[in-house]
Every structure is written in structure tokens, then in C-alpha cells.
């Protein structure tokens, strides 16, 4: 993910091969248009704006570097499409058109149950899906492990405010029993606060390890060496296995 960052072409790439993967019914309702004389008029390009803008957004959200874009993250073309649907065969001329979307339908749901078993297409969902049957793999221990973080932190620090990216720490907010104390990406203080922790009241910073997440943390970029080297004006407090540190801001 971090090649795709300010990088429109693979980002473009890699957006456009994950949401083929659902754009079998809005094929159907191409070919249902162009055998009705229908492909070439404004309601075409209405369609195509609202299945397009889906791909768009992580397109440029992958090139900001604030998202993973998962294979899940696409799935919302897939109800445009169906929406559209019955308007699309209100126009038809020939009954027997109907089988078109049939099939198409049909070949979704092949191809979506293919996808979700190879973690090379859907490495999210593959991993769900395999924890599931009891085939745990490593991204389950990872989760395993900030779960146990989750519960070191309300332990310990359920009244203190921690920084934390929450592109890579997700999993740890969303195991807490005090997830309000996070001060994570999505506020609007964020970048302020990891530029200067201290003023914005920040008790501990919770970082990845950089080989683990590259440039997609926010925190790791600012701090190169945070975690290996440490900073000053912070003191290290504890390991979690070697892919997560906690420090405390004096």
C-alpha cells in the first residue's frame, strides 16, 4: 500500500482489479442497453458517475495513504447496480433479455466466493473466513495480540489519553472498554497532536513497528525512529511482543 502512495497509476490499478470483482451486474445492464438502443444517453453516464465514484474515492484515498482498501471497501457498487436493476428491465423490449441479469447474478456470486478464498484478492475477508473453520493464520494472532494490548491499556491507563494511528491500531480501539480516551486519526486535533503531543494533553503514544506499516502511519512518519531509537521528551514503558511499544510523554 505504501507504493500507491502519490502514486495515481498504481493506485488506479489496483483500485480498478478489485472492483471488477463486483461489476458483473452492471455489465449486464450495458449489454441490456446496448441491445435496446439505449447505451448512448444521459441516464448511461448517471450510472456510470455513481458506480465509478466508489473506486474514485479510494483512489485518492490511496494515494493519501488513509486507507487499506480491502475488497470490502468496493462491495458498494455492487448495490448501485442491483438498484438499478428493476428500472433497467422496465425498458427492455424482448422478454427473454431477463436471463441477462439472471446470469450476470449467477456469476457474482461465483466470483465474490472465489475471491474471498484467496488471501491475494481479499486478505481481510480470507482471514474472517478461515478464522471461522479454525484455520487461524497470522493476521489472527496479530488481532489476538492487540487484544491483549486493548486489555493491558484499560488495566492500566483507562483514564489517560493515548495517541494512537488508528490505520494500524484499529483493533485495539475497537477491543477497549474505553475507546473515547484514543485520540486517533479521524479527530480533527490529530496531526496537531502528534506534532506536539504534550500540548493537546497526550499521556502515552502507542506506535507499530515501522517494518509492520512502512508509511501508512501517521505517527511512524513523523517519527522515523520513535520506535527503535525513542525521542526525547518521552520515556519507553513497555514491549508487546516485538510489533508494538507504548511511551509515555513527560
Not at 436471463?99 to 474472517?128: D, H, K, R
Not at 499521556?203 to 512502512?214: E, H, Q, R, S, T
Request: proline fraction near 5%; charged fraction near 20%.
Amino acid at each position: 500500500y505504501s507504493d500507491m502512495v502519490h502514486n495515481p497509476v498504481k493506485a488506479t490499478l489496483f483500485a480498478l482489479e478489485q472492483v471488477l470483482a463486483f461489476s458483473v451486474p452492471l455489465l449486464s445492464i450495458l449489454i441490456l442497453r446496448l441491445l435496446n438502443r439505449r447505451l448512448v444517453q444521459w441516464d448511461t453516464l448517471i450510472l456510470l458517475g455513481m458506480f465509478l465514484s466508489v473506486p474514485m474515492l479510494q483512489i485518492i484515498m490511496l494515494m493519501t495513504g488513509t486507507t487499506f482498501a480491502w475488497l470490502r471497501y468496493f462491495m458498494y457498487v455492487l448495490p448501485v447496480s442491483v438498484a438499478w436493476l428493476p428500472y433497467e428491465l422496465s425498458k427492455v423490449k424482448r422478454k427473454w433479455q431477463v436471463i441477462i441479469p439472471l446470469i450476470a447474478m449467477i456469476a457474482s456470486y461465483g466470483i465474490l466466493c472465489y475471491a474471498i478464498t484467496q488471501p491475494s484478492i481479499a486478505p481481510e475477508e480470507n482471514t474472517y473466513l478461515q478464522d471461522l473453520i479454525g484455520n487461524y493464520n497470522e493476521r489472527y494472532y496479530d488481532w489476538k495480540q492487540q487484544n491483549e494490548i486493548a486489555s493491558y491499556l484499560d488495566e492500566n491507563y483507562s483514564y489517560s489519553t493515548i495517541l494512537v494511528d488508528s490505520s494500524s491500531a484499529f483493533f485495539v480501539i475497537l477491543q477497549s472498554k474505553f475507546p473515547k480516551r484514543f485520540y486517533i486519526s479521524s479527530d480533527k486535533d490529530f496531526n496537531k497532536a502528534v506534532s506536539d503531543p504534550k500540548e493537546y494533553k497526550v499521556n502515552y503514544i502507542l506506535i507499530p513497528n515501522p517494518k509492520l506499516v512502512k508509511d501508512i502511519s501517521v505517527i511512524n512518519r513523523v517519527y522515523p525512529n520513535l520506535y527503535n531509537q525513542g525521542a526525547d521528551g518521552v520515556e519507553f514503558v513497555k514491549e508487546f511482543g516485538k510489533e508494538w511499544r507504548i511511551y509515555k510523554v513527560n
